[in-house]
């Protein structure tokens, strides 16, 4: 039996080592437990602005940002900001402001002029933060020249004179921008330029002296985008993203990055860093799914506020692919105190004009005090990078997506559930669909994300206007409001509410209501499946909640179709909507739009199921598959090529000296002269030229040989001992002669058509082979009278 090839061991530990660590394959996405659709919804669910503005009419609502104080919830658009009342909203009233202000530009033609476009020229809204508690500081582009003012929180009415807007709000409303008060000064980030060439952090406003970003240089800011603003202890904190310069030889590659400055910088000497941040620092922001080769969500799109994550206080951020890559969003989480200990590492710098970017190691380092000397001012100006990056929470990220639209957006409810225990995230895409996930770990120890709904948010012909379809669907806002219940959800062209979880579906139907892993729907015993709204909310039986299959008035497996109609939009389950058989298994429906909302629910999939194989996996299966398939292959080819010489020439001479037995057999001397020598050697026979044999058995007494009639060299594999084998030699087809076959080793002599030797000659007497058999016999036989 032949052995087994050398590296057979090799490739079976690695089969077992791809086995153990299928773990680090790429997370696959989840499937969604509920698809819903919500186009036909309710008229009191959106808002698309005034009904009598004729621009609104024509270019819809333009939204710019949220902000929700108390129970006042803000929308800041293109020349108004509306007011809506969330406790009104929650007694049913729908989404209709209770008041407004209008701000509209006066400079229009001139803007015009300058080459912009008309629709270009309106006032768009694009900061909109609390001053204090009783004032609001809004600012508008203003037709590309933009300006501020301040405005009565309950009122909207103006209070004092304009403010100039450079520096503190954009002049274009495609331009990014954040701002925030802390300590009383305004701390704002965007374009301080008509081109957008001059990215900015800056101070002003406030008792502290009036402090921005080195000018035009690439190593504080390149290309900037900014996402979201954040004041934590002494510093505030800058989320954006912008154009690496440290990764320069791989093209435009966008990084995410946090700046901070502190709150107590009076800036820098009038020969270094004067009227310029002294504490300015930046780092980067890893999300990215570890392994032998680490993919990277480089993109920052939207980020939270503090929530709390397995209890440290952690920010929230969507982060997609490069843009010439291959599509796919993650959500990363990012703890507070992981930030703050990131802004202690090294200093980052480049050696050469080509070089990589190295951690600083010459000391000693500047340390980072107030009233600094000047040779540490210059060292800061030229090392604003920290080294390393921020690691996500988990080191990895808390959901990826790769098969579906890139995400946008997001809000975070980390106090839901019945014990105010459960993080839930609602994250909004750019095809105008909302999700609901549930990120891992959590009460139950998910190890995996969950995916409890899609929907499909998006109306045109209620959010239509004149931008292009796939810029009106992009979902440009969410805004979470617990304490009614619901999640505001912006596009450009309107604003819609949903209510975060349509518990009433499940009706009476208790498996079906505790399947759906919904920490916002709970067991009621009287009333079914009811909405949970925290410690305060609907009561329900904490013994009827525990995941069970004692019940058996469900199937396990539902698959529901149902229609979502206004009275579901409320709070609690509604009344007048009959629930659905629990035994019933209708065909699902496909999502239309219509007067209602058609969806289906699908069960959960086992949270240890892998619905894919790991690449490393299939890469050892591969490999063991090619090996075993190559050793087989071996064999077969072998074996094949040892018989491929039955029943054809070989001109090749073999000239190998035959193995002689320790008593060579004679051939009997009656016999006719010999024409070939029969060797058996092993477990292969051979018939070979006679006059070349006779030169290899000079000296011996094996018979005579004759040279005239000399068969061809014939190979026969795995003679098996006292079996009978026929051999031919001459034209085709060959003419076929008797031999047996007796072990260790036999040669025969074969000459003329009659040669029946007896086996006496050859062992002595004691065996007799019998008469030849005809030549219409088989091949190979046993003859009688041979021991097995």
């Known amino acids: 039996m032949p052995r087994a090839p050398h590296f057979m061991p090799l490739l079976l530990l690695l089969l077992l080592l791809s086995l153990s660590h299928t773990q680090t394959a790429f997370p696959q996405d989840p499937l969604p437990l509920l698809t819903s659709d919500l186009q036909g919804t309710s008229p009191l669910s959106w808002f698309r602005g005034l009904e009598d503005d004729a621009v609104v009419a024509e270019l819809g609502l333009d939204f710019q940002r949220f902000l929700t104080l108390n129970r006042t919830l803000l929308v800041a658009a293109r020349d108004h900001v509306f007011s809506f009342d969330l406790q009104a909203q929650e007694e049913g009233e ?103 060439s001059d990215a900015v952090v800056y101070r002003s406003l406030g008792p502290q002296p009036p402090l921005r970003s080195a ?61 310029h941040w002294t504490s300015f620092l930046k780092l980067r922001l890893n999300c990215s799914v570890p392994g032998d080769s680490t993919f990277y969500f480089d993109v920052l799109q939207a980020l939270t506020g503090p929530v709390d994550l397995y209890g440290r206080p952690a920010l929230f951020g969507v982060f997609t692919t490069q843009t010439n890559s291959i599509p796919g969003s993650a959500v990363c989480a990012f703890y507070l105190d992981d930030i703050e200990r990131g802004f202690e590492g090294k200093f980052k710098e480049q050696r050469s004009l080509d070089g990589p970017w190295l951690p600083v190691l010459t000391l000693p380092l500047p340390t980072r005090l107030p009233d600094l000397p000047d040779d540490v001012l210059t060292f800061i100006k030229a090392h604003p990078l920290l080294d390393p990056a921020v690691p996500p929470a988990a080191h990895q990220p808390l959901l990826t997506l790769t098969s579906r639209a890139l995400l946008t957006q997001l809000a975070v409810d980390g106090r839901a559930g019945p014990y105010s225990n459960t993080t839930v995230l609602f994250l909004g895409s750019n095809d105008g669909m909302v999700l609901k996930v549930l990120p891992p770990g959590g009460p139950s120890g998910r190890r995996e994300p969950i995916l409890l709904e899609e929907i499909n948010a998006y109306s045109p ?77 609907t009561d329900v039986d904490p013994a009827g909640n525990q995941e069970s299959t004692e ?148 000296g011996q007494e094996h018979g005579r040989i004759s040279k005239d009639r000399t068969p061809p060299s014939l190979r026969v594999p795995h003679l098996q001992p006292s079996w009978t084998l026929r051999v031919s030699r001459g034209p085709s087809p060959p003419r076929v002669y008797l031999l ?49």
């Open 740 to 788: 047996t076959v007796f072990p260790p080793v036999l040669e025969r002599g074969v000459g003329g058509e009659k040669l029946a030797p007896s086996v006496s000659q050859l062992f002595g007497g004691n065996r007799r082979t019998p008469t030849p058999p005809s030549l219409s016999q088989a091949a190979l036989t046993r003859p009688s009278g041979l021991p097995p």
């Open 94 to 196: 729908g989404l209709v402001p209770n008041k407004y202000l209008t701000w509209r530009s006066q400079d229009m033609e001139n803007c015009a002029v300058r080459g912009k476009l008309t629709d270009e020229c309106h006032n768009y809204i694009r900061v909109l933060v609390p001053w204090d508690s009783q004032t609001l500081l809004a600012c508008g582009t203003n037709s590309f020249s933009p300006v501020c003012r301040s405005y009565g929180i309950t009122s909207l009415k103006q209070e004092g004179e304009e403010l100039s807007g450079q520096a503190r709000c954009p002049f274009d409303a495609t331009q990014s921008n954040v701002a925030i008060f802390a300590e009383g000064s305004l701390y704002s980030a965007t374009a301080a330029d008509f081109q957008a």
């Open 461 to 537: 012909s209620r959010c239509s206007g004149k931008r292009a379809a796939q810029t009106e669907r992009r979902v440009i806002g969410l805004e979470l409001d617990t304490e009614g219940h619901r999640l505001f959800v912006a596009f450009s062209g309107c604003i819609i509410y949903l209510p975060l979880s349509r518990c009433a579906q499940h009706g009476a139907c208790q498996r079906s209501c505790l399947a759906s892993q919904d920490p916002y729907c709970g067991w009621h015993s009287s009333r079914g499946c009811v909405d949970i709204r925290g410690p305060g909310g």
């Open 551 to 698: 019940h058996s008035d469900c199937q396990a497996s539902l698959a529901l179709t149902w229609s979502l109609s206004p009275a579901l939009l409320g709070p609690g389950p509604s009344p007048e909507t009959p629930s659905p058989p629990c035994d019933a298994h209708p065909r699902p429906q496909s999502s239309t739009l219509g007067a209602h909302t058609q969806g289906v629910r699908r069960d959960l999939p086992p949270a240890s199921a892998s619905l894919s194989v790991p690449i490393p996996l299939l890469l050892a299966c591969a490999a063991a598959a090619f090996a075993l398939g190559a050793s087989v292959s071996g064999l077969l080819v072998s074996c094949a090529c040892r018989r491929g010489y039955r029943g054809r020439a070989l001109k090749r001479v073999d000239v190998e000296k035959p193995q002689l037995p320790p008593k060579p057999p004679l051939v009997s001397p009656s016999s006719q002269p010999a024409a070939a020598i029969l060797t058996f050697k092993g477990s292969c026979a051979r018939v070979s030229n006679g006059a070349l044999e006779a030169r290899a058995l000079k």
């Open 215 to 275: 000018k035009y240089d690439s190593k504080w800011l390149r290309e900037p985008h900014f996402v979201h603003a954040l004041e934590h202890g002494d510093h505030v904190y800058f989320f954006f993203r912008e154009v690496s310069v440290e990764d320069a030889r791989l093209g435009r590659v966008q990084f995410s990055r946090v700046a901070r400055v502190c709150k107590r910088d009076m800036g820098g000497s009038p020969r270094a860093l004067d009227r």
